[in-house]
Every structure is written in C-alpha cells, then in structure tokens.
C-alpha cells in the first residue's frame, strides 16, 4: 500500500506539471465537446488524433487520450438528455428518464445529477483503479509465453462476442484484423508475407492507417449515407434551474454510490464494458423505487445511476488494458494502438518500464474528474449550441483531418490508398452491423499472439498440451470456450 501511495503521489508531480496540465484540460474539454455531438465518440476522436500527436511525449499523449476518454463519456449525457441521440452504446439507456426530464422542464436536474453523479463515480472509480491495478500487476507477473497467449485468446473472444450483434459477425471482423496484422516481415523467419512484392509494405500496414480508415473515414461514410434519409432532430431546450431540489439530492446520491458498485468492478472484468452495468444500475433501481411507476416518465434516479455506472465502468476498463493489455471497449482499443505507436505494450512490465506514464495518467484522471465537473455545468450552454453544429461540414472535416493526418505520418501515398480501402471497408462493416473493434484488437494483438504461442511451442518442444499443463494459461482457455460457446449453450437449453 505504502509504494502504490507513493508512485501515486509521483504521478501527481508529473500529471501537475504545467504541460500536463494543458494537456488534461485540453482532453476533458475536447472530449466533453466530441461527446455533446451526436454520433461521434472517444474512440473516433483519439483514431484522428493518433497521427498528431506522434511526436508529443508519451506522457502528455495519454493524459491528453485520457481526458478524451472521460469527457467523452461525460458530454455524452447531454445529447442522451436534451436530443434522445446517445453518443454511445453506454449513454443509451439515459435517454429513456433523462429525455422525459427535459421534455417536462427538468433537463437542468439531469444534467446536473448526470455531470455531479460521473464525478462521484470517477473519483470513486479511479481510486478503485488505484489499489487494484498493482493487485492484478503481481499476477500477471507469472505469466509465461502460454499464459500470454491464452491470455490474447481470451482478449479476442472477449471483444469478437461482446462487441457487436452477432458472435459470427464479430469473428468474422477478428479475422479481417488478424489478415491484416500477416502483412509484413515474419519476425520468426524474416521472410516477406502478403506483401505483393511492395517495399512500403514490408512493416505492414501502420496500426494509425487502419484505425483511422476504420473509426474515421468509415462512421464518416456511413453517418453521411444515413443523413440523407433523416430529418431534423429536435433538441430539448434547457428550461428552468441547473440545480437539483433537496428531493432530487436524496434520490440521487444513493442511486450514484449504487451505480459505481456495477461499474467499477464489471468494467474492470477482462468481459466486461459499459453497457451491463448500466442497465443493472436501472434496473435495480427501478426494482428498489417506491415509485417505479415514474421510471420511463422522468425519474431521476433512472439518469443518476446508469451515468455513474457508465463512468465507473470507464475507470474500470482501464484496469486490464494497463495491467494486462486487454481492451474491452473500442475507446481501449484505440488506446491500445496508441501505446504500440510510442514502441509500449500495455502489462506488468509497463508499470517497472515506464511508470511516470502509467501513474501520472492515474495521476490526471483525478485532475481530469475536478476539471470535467467545472467545465459541465457552467458551460451547458455552449455545449447545446455545438448541437446545432451542420452535419456535412462536421463530416467533412472528419475527412480531411483523417487524410491529412495519414499522410503527414508517413508522407506515402500508399497509405492514402490503404486508408481509402479500409474506410470503404469499414463503412460496409458499419452498414451490415458488424463491429470495428475486433478488427484493430486483431490487428495488434495478432502478430504478439503468433510470438508468443512460437515461443511456448518451442519451449516445450512442440508439445501443445503446455496450454492445457499450465493452471493460469488453462483457465484463460476454458474462460475463452466458455465465453464463446455459453451464449449458444443457454438459448439451445431455453429451447
């Protein structure tokens, strides 16, 4: 306890600095304004901004993608409450009490219980992160070549099953993920794969290229072919006080605590995410109410505990990306490709590596929770104006952002050519619901599996059975099958 206080208070000194400083209000501002806009997430805004900040310091980046992540989460309540549009998966189920407030007065309350409660629960949520994440660091410390295979295997099913509609469809975007990463020098042989006798392509194709084409160029394509068959949505104007009354205060308070104890620990399951949680957060809720009655009609605890869930959930998720190099949700997974783009591989090692930047991102979601908090509620004006911000001009700089910053990474016109093939992809994977997650965990986490089950094969002399002799690597296995098989297990058995 007394070295995790101490790196902590390490991490303060380096999240403090004056830089830093900027750079986590810049994130928390710039993510609180990407999460008000509907449609637009973390995750696309951390895939444009890959490209530019490849030459900041590594430290600066994360605190930058951090505050991003947090913001995103945080502004995306405000188009859940005031549009009825939820920015993201996690922010969906706030639109049912949240929307019913605004519509009858009341949206000041919910904002003002949704921005209070994510500050109660990240605060909450990131000391959690705090004392955990050494915890699961000691673990992962025995972990051989098996074990970390198993372990990728585990991070593929996760995302492939819980990440999209179907588990077919998200196998079959794991697969398109994993082609790719075989493009490029094997690191075994050095022999040339899948590179159509093209020298630009023996590195492969940079992780930056296929996660903007994919988050980017992709939902830009296919929000634009949407677009033209929408009308106009109509947004709640904010009518009355930002304040809550004494009765909303009483209702809201325990509805957050209860919120943070889904979303922590769910989000911090290498299974978990966002998603479950909140909806175990209005349920329960509704279930404990004297007045369930409300819920669907503009109960407030219907908005205060699914956002605290969700932003519990958002510290939690980062418990296995850094301890393990999980990613369980697709902001963590652009994360995730942010670290291999600065030559680090999230895990144990991470923390003896470089732990100026693992605790003074800690360091900066503390800072991060007090600034987002101040910025919200003062601010909720600007961030309805940003509502009406026109669609085609929102999408088209999308666009030449996303071209601009590929080419500036490389100068090769070869990547322009690479980003266009994987946007058309990506726009044909959102069109047919099929999810671009697994496709960048594949891509990442691919070439490290082949390496690592290459090794443990050569350890043991070509004896498979090291997956199934080893307790931790065998558990992770049996984890991974039942993950994937469970769900068509249950429906048969319900049959």
């Known amino acids: 306890m007394s070295e995790t206080i101490a790196a902590?208070?390490?991490?303060?000194l380096v999240a403090l600095t004056p830089i830093n400083l900027a750079y986590a209000l810049i994130g928390t501002t710039l993510g609180t304004a990407i999460g008000v806009l509907p449609g637009i997430g973390p995750a696309l805004t951390v895939?444009?901004?890959?490209?530019?900040?490849?030459h900041v310091e590594p430290t600066a980046a994360f605190i930058l993608f951090a505050g991003i992540y947090y913001g995103g989460m945080y502004g995306g309540s405000t188009t859940s409450i005031l549009l009825k549009t939820p920015g993201e998966t996690a922010s969906l189920i706030t639109t049912i009490d949240g929307?019913?407030?605004?519509?009858?007065?009341?949206?000041g309350a919910a904002l003002a219980t949704a921005a209070i409660g994510s500050f109660v629960a990240g605060t909450i949520a990131t000391i959690g992160l705090t004392l955990v994440a050494p915890l699961v660091v000691d673990v992962a410390l025995a972990f051989g070549p098996a074990e970390y295979f198993a372990l990728m295997v585990l991070a593929f099913v996760t995302v492939s099953s819980l990440l999209g509609a179907s588990v077919p469809r998200g196998l079959a975007s794991l697969f398109f993920g994993l082609g790719i990463g075989l493009i490029g020098i094997d690191m075994q042989t050095g022999q040339p794969r899948f590179t159509m006798g093209l020298p630009n392509l023996l590195d492969g194709i940079g992780v930056v290229t296929v996660a903007v084409g994919?988050?980017?160029?992709?939902?830009?394509l296919h929000a634009v072919s949407r677009r033209r068959f929408q009308g106009v949505d109509e947004i709640e104007p904010v009518r009355g006080s930002l304040g809550m009354t004494r009765e909303e205060w009483r209702r809201?308070?325990?509805?957050?605590?209860?919120?943070?104890?889904?979303?922590?620990p769910i989000g911090a399951l290498p299974a978990g995410g966002a998603e479950i949680p909140t909806f175990l957060s209005y349920m329960t809720e509704k279930r404990l109410s004297k007045t369930p009655e409300e819920f669907g009609q503009g109960a407030i605890e219907g908005v205060a505990g699914p956002e605290a869930a969700n932003n519990a959930a958002a510290a939690g998720v980062l418990v296995p990306l850094l301890t393990l190099g999980l990613p369980t949700s697709s902001t963590a997974a652009i994360m995730l490709a942010a670290f291999q783009q600065y030559g680090l591989q999230p895990g144990p090692l991470l923390f003896e590596n470089a732990p100026n930047l693992v605790w003074g991102l800690i360091a900066s979601l503390y800072i991060g929770n007090v600034m987002l908090l101040?910025?919200?509620?003062?601010?909720?004006?600007?961030?309805?104006?940003?509502?009406?911000l026109p669609q085609p001009q929102l999408y088209g700089g999308i666009m030449v952002f996303a071209v601009l910053g590929v080419y500036a990474t490389g100068q090769s016109v070869l990547d322009l050519l690479c980003l266009v093939a994987i946007g058309a992809a990506g726009f044909v994977m959102r069109r047919f619901d099929i999810p671009v997650t697994p496709t960048v965990v594949g891509l990442i986490l691919g070439p490290l599996a082949e390496q690592q089950f290459r090794r443990a094969m050569t350890i043991s002399q070509g004896d498979a059975t090291?997956?199934?002799?080893?307790?931790?690597?065998?558990?992770?296995?049996?984890?991974?099958?039942?993950?994937?098989?469970?769900?068509?297990?249950?429906?048969?058995?319900?049959?």
Not at 8 to 12: D, I, M, P, S
Not at 99 to 107: L, P, T, V
Not at 214 to 220: P, S
Not at 375 to 384: A, K, M, T
């Open 8 to 12: 902590l208070a390490n991490g303060f």
């Open 47 to 54: 895939a444009l901004l890959l490209p530019v900040t490849f």
């Open 99 to 107: 929307n019913s407030m605004a519509r009858k007065g009341r949206g």
């Open 214 to 220: 994919l988050f980017a160029v992709g939902e830009a």
């Open 252 to 264: 809201s308070w325990p509805a957050w605590l209860r919120g943070t104890a889904f979303g922590f």
């Open 374 to 388: 101040v910025l919200n509620l003062p601010l909720v004006g600007l961030w309805v104006r940003l509502l009406a």
């Open 466 to 495: 090291v997956f199934f002799t080893h307790p931790i690597s065998a558990a992770l296995l049996v984890l991974s099958a039942a993950l994937l098989v469970g769900p068509w297990v249950w429906r048969a058995t319900r049959r």
